[in-house]
Nanobody, 129 residues
Framework: QVQLVESGGGLVQPGGSLRLSCAASSLPSDYRAIAWFRQAAGKEREAISCISNTDDGTYYAASVVGRFTISRGNADNTIDLQMDSLKSEDTAVYHC??????????????????????WGQGTQVTVAS
């Protein structure tokens, strides 16, 4: 069973940066996509970025485009989220999630079409002065 563990959250001042990491264990090599979501207090969960395991195609929500970057981490089976120019409205619990279904044998799979079936417990990001 896939397990996801997020790390890297914390308190940062507006305009600062944080780098989140999602470490996956028992990860099937042919999964479809990994994503980062966030949920602020009293708000619905928001999909903010994802990366496809077919062509490394990425997606960013309008609220984070140009400020956040999703990438494969230096360690095996890790996906990072570099967050720059942080704003108070970025304050939330950040979760990574994976679509463990087998990826298509050919062609690409847009990560926005993923159905995420394994989730991490989340890491708190607080942006405040």
């Amino acid at each position: 069973q896939v397990q996801l563990v997020e790390s890297g959250g914390g308190l940062v001042q507006p305009g600062g940066s944080l780098r989140l990491s999602c470490a996956a264990s028992s990860l099937p090599s042919d999964y479809r996509a990994i994503a980062w979501f966030r949920q602020a207090a009293g708000k619905e969960r928001e999909a903010i970025s994802c990366i496809s395991n077919t062509d490394d195609g990425t997606y960013y929500a309008a609220s984070v485009v140009g400020r956040f970057t999703i990438s494969r981490g230096n360690a095996d089976n890790t996906i990072d989220l570099q967050m720059d120019s942080l704003k108070s409205e970025d304050t939330a619990v950040y979760h990574c999630a994976i679509d463990t279904r087998r990826r298509p044998s050919s062609g690409t799979f847009p990560c926005r079409d993923a159905r995420y079936d394994a989730w991490g417990q989340g890491t708190q990001v607080t942006v405040a002065s």
